[in-house]
């Protein structure tokens, strides 16, 4: 929901550089509807009634943005006994709350339990083990599916690929039966799911496909084996457009892998994060000095690896634009961080106008592992949220202050 009017950037109806006048930079910015329109799309049913949405909250955990889609319905994917905190509180209901991780602590596995999520996503036969015994010790079955490595290559950043061979991530499929049928001899596991999820960004259906038709592969063997699962979790993962990618929408996605699971009677649940938070966010970095050196042109901002470390981490790109003023010339530049690093930049080789020391601008495609992986490096303050709506705005989350930077230490 950006647009340029009368050459100023505006998000919803809300100009970005009014924002970055109003609450400083660096700020992180996101449309409340365009989250509201990315979960509805997902929503579209392909396989009406029996099909979950459950937002994967590490993507982005702001208070507001849990309440948003928490308000509308979703379920959440967890993954650490803090997130599960922020999702009971932001008004998840456990009853659609699955929690996937490969190492869940014995407290959290009882946090979990005690709450009653929906089901655990166990990724080995230790940590069943687990369950098995923090279920008995509550007087408790605990509700299973096995997350299932599937050896499908989704073609992504090798750091977010998941479902490959030799990855630390769930069972290998070929010992999916096995695994399965020692989990069937537990006394305090009820084996309900299976579970996959092969890689994060990934922009086309093809291997979600291939990892669905192993997986519905293992779901008939268990049924033949009379193992009855009744929720088949496919996880998250779908791309967004950073530059020209083109993924596949929601219900592209579920149209290429509900139709292979037929004749089974089970739900389906997807864990998407990017494809609901991603586009919703731009990260605004104030101009602080213009530089020229060794025959390149810089814009050193205050904003980098330290707010948004997936160019630095993952090469990754994300489109720059001016807050006000794009219709200038262009030169070719990097826009680079105050972090004392060389890999601290937010964009190189970009075609962007010579601006202004104080002028701002928008790094797009944000809202989705920014904030979520942001970090005090250099000592530097985190920056402040804030959610448009329309033509209104709240900050959702402070800036940090110096004192924020000491408070905990003794
Ligand atoms: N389910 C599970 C079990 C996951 O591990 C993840 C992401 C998701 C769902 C959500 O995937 P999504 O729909 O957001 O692709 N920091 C990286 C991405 C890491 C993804 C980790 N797992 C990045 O900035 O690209």
Not at 115 to 130: K, R, Y
Request: glycine content about 10%.
């Amino acid at each position: 929901m950006l647009s340029q009017k009368n050459n100023r950037l505006y998000l919803e109806n809300v100009s970005l550089e009014k924002l970055a006048g109003e609450y400083g930079t660096p700020l992180f910015v996101y449309s409340k509807n365009t989250i509201l329109g990315n979960f509805n799309s997902f929503l579209k049913p392909f396989a009406p009634g029996k099909e979950l949405i459950c937002y994967a909250l590490k993507a982005n955990s702001n208070y507001s943005i849990l309440k948003t889609l928490s308000g509308a319905g979703a379920g959440v994917d967890i993954t650490s006994g803090g997130e599960l905190y922020r999702a009971m509180r932001a008004g998840f209901k456990p009853s659609k709350t699955v929690y996937a991780g490969i190492g869940k602590t014995y407290e959290e596995i009882e946090y979990a339990l005690k709450n009653n999520i929906l089901m655990f996503n166990v990724e080995s036969l230790e940590e069943i083990e687990a369950v098995n015994k923090a279920a008995g010790r509550l007087g408790r079955k605990a509700p299973v599916a096995f997350r299932v490595n599937p050896h499908i290559d989704p073609h992504t950043h090798h750091y977010i690929t998941t479902g490959t061979a030799g990855v630390k991530f769930g069972i290998p499929f070929a010992e999916a039966l096995d695994a399965y049928k020692t989990a069937s001899k537990l006394k305090n596991i009820e084996i309900v799911g299976i579970h996959s999820h092969i890689g994060s960004q990934i922009t086309s259906t093809k291997p979600f496909k291939m990892a669905a038709q192993r997986i519905s592969g293992i779901v008939k063997k268990l049924a033949g084996a009379g193992i009855h699962l009744k929720y088949v979790d496919l996880g998250g993962g779908l791309g967004i457009t950073y530059s020209n990618e083109k993924p596949p929408t929601p219900y592209e996605l579920k149209k290429s892998v509900v139709p292979i699971f037929k004749g089974l009677d089970v739900s389906f649940i997807f864990e998407p994060g990017r494809s609901i938070i991603g586009n919703a966010g731009v990260l605004l970095a104030g101009v602080i000095y213009r530089k020229k050196a060794g025959g390149k042109n810089f814009l050193v901002v205050d904003t980098g690896m330290n707010d948004l470390l997936r160019p630095t981490l993952y090469e990754a790109f994300h489109d720059i634009v001016p807050a006000a003023g794009a219709s200038r010339p262009r030169v070719k530049l990097d826009v680079v961080g105050p972090i004392c690093e060389t890999g601290d930049f937010l964009g190189k080789n970009r075609m962007i106008p010579w601006l202004n020391q104080g002028e701002c601008l928008a790094v797009k495609c944000a809202g989705a592992y920014g904030y979520a992986m942001s970090s005090q490096y250099n000592s530097r303050a985190r920056a402040a949220e804030v959610m448009v709506d329309g033509n209104k705005y709240s900050l959702i989350r402070r800036r940090e202050t110096y004192k924020d930077l000491v408070a905990l230490e003794k």
